[in-house]
């Protein structure tokens, strides 16, 4: 006797699925999903004759890997997409974007900046971000707008912005954000000290205390030029490394950003305290910071994730131009072709940053009981021809224009390349809006 099709909610045949926790590229299997969560991975005609699906979607020239986690943005300055372009980041800071921020950033602005990157993301295959910006309950409210998974930073600085007075206030309201979002299951929380030039001592020990206590990431940049290390040497007496370090900052919680200018002591002691970094070669480049040294600390065995950093500083919210470009950059930089392969390239921008988040048994791979954050990839045209390593050809061939379907704990967001998830915001009016009144922000500042 024939058993009866089990009823689910959707089920996804692929020509190609890359798992990614197993290294493994399984060719003509099917992924079963019920109430958002992966229930079994299994040959398309095993899968067919198991379930009854609600929902059966057919990519026969798809590979299907996990949705991509960008480990660094700062998602509202969408919004600032190309102003002050080609200038070293210090002056970029100081001069530019921190003077257009204290005029203009809002609960509004942030609402709208993230509301575009969310689409940008949602598009390119991000499935989940790390946020770090001003306003945090706007950018979950935006994200929850279009499904995604994100992780929100409670950012804090010493100086006062149209946010908050002091770096007590930032942690307050970011907190009192987080207790608000505390009921959506997509929405989590990181500490996010900006940096080491804007953070003082008491802070650093006061988020390094919180994170311990709530169970939180600390999501904070470092040694991203020289002259943020050349400035702590002279104010500390101390890398900024090794300062963090003396204030408890450092451990399996702690996501350094960048970490470009790194010596081989500072690497030893970042794996040997299981830290995360978050590696962001477009925005590194773009900036002229450096380059990071990917190769020596992927054999020092430090967790190393992908992100774009935000689109003021790289301009593009797209995880496939930062695989393609930190595999390049490694094998550039080593002399040696073999390092940073596609796959880990691929694990880097998927599992690895879900290990970061404290996020890896809900997300990053295509695993029986995690949750459906999925991306599809068609390479079914003529520029994808022929296709011997579909895992190659999403690192060095295809882009995120080859994105088709994004499902998010089940839920379709993307279809067909058109958005589902979002679909009511008038992104076109509300971005015209602000450029307007950025362009008058701009130009009142150069006369």
């Known amino acids: 006797m024939t058993p009866t099709p089990e009823n689910i909610d959707l ?160 942690i307050a309201k970011g907190i009192a954000a987080r207790e608000a979002c505390s009921h959506n299951p997509l929405i989590s929380f990181c500490l996010a000290p900006h940096a080491p030039y804007t953070v003082s001592d008491r802070s650093f020990q006061r988020m390094a205390t919180l994170a311990e206590q709530l169970g939180l990431p600390i999501h904070c940049h470092i040694h991203e030029t020289k002259q943020e290390i050349e400035d702590s040497l002279k104010q500390h007496g101390q890398r900024p490394l090794a300062r963090l370090s003396a204030l408890g900052m450092i451990g399996p919680e702690f996501i350094g950003v960048h970490a470009v200018h790194l ?101 990053g791979s295509i695993t029986p009981g995690k949750s459906a954050d999925l991306c599809a990839v068609s390479l079914s045209e003529s520029d994808c021809m022929p296709c011997f390593d579909p895992i190659s050809h999403l690192v060095y061939v295809a882009g995120r224009e080859k994105v088709s379907h994004v499902w998010i704990a089940g839920q379709c967001c993307l279809d067909n390349n058109t958005l589902l998830t979002g679909s009511d915001i008038h992104l076109e009016s509300s971005t015209a809006l602000w450029q307007n009144r950025l362009e008058v922000c701009i130009g009142a500042k150069s006369t």
């Not at 794996?271 to 995360?276: I, L, R, V, Y």
């Open 11 to 170: 089920l996804i045949e692929a020509r190609w699925i890359a798992t990614v926790d197993t290294n493994q590229v399984l060719k003509n299997h099917a992924v079963a999903v019920n109430n958002g969560i992966i229930l079994a991975i299994l040959p398309v005609t095993e899968a067919r004759n198991r379930y009854h699906p609600t929902t059966r979607k057919t990519l026969n020239q798809h590979i299907l890997i996990p949705g991509l986690i960008n480990l660094h943005t700062h998602a509202a300055m969408s919004l600032m997409r190309g102003i002050a372009d080609d200038l070293p980041l210090m002056e970029w800071l100081q001069q530019h974007i921190w003077p257009a921020e204290a005029a203009l950033v809002s609960n509004q602005f942030v609402l709208d900046g993230t509301r575009l990157a969310c689409a940008e993301m949602l598009r390119g295959g991000i499935t989940c971000f790390n946020d770090m910006y001003f306003f945090p309950q706007a950018a979950a409210q935006a994200a929850c707008e279009f499904g995604m998974r994100a992780a929100i930073g409670i950012t804090a600085l010493e100086f006062p912005t149209n946010y908050a007075n002091d770096a007590d206030d930032y």
């Open 263 to 363: 010596e081989d002591d500072e690497i030893a002691a970042l794996a040997a305290a299981n830290c995360s970094i978050a590696h962001c070669p477009s925005s590194n480049l773009k900036l002229a910071s450096g380059f990071a040294r990917v190769a020596e600390m992927q054999r020092a065995g430090i967790n190393i994730g992908l992100g774009t950093d935000g689109a003021a500083s790289n301009n593009r919210l797209d995880m496939f131009w930062e695989m393609r470009l930190a595999a390049l950059l490694a094998k550039g930089l080593s002399g040696d072709a073999s390092t940073l392969p596609a796959s880990e390239v691929l694990r880097m921008a998927t599992l690895n940053g879900a290990r970061a988040l404290g996020l890896e048994q809900i997300t």
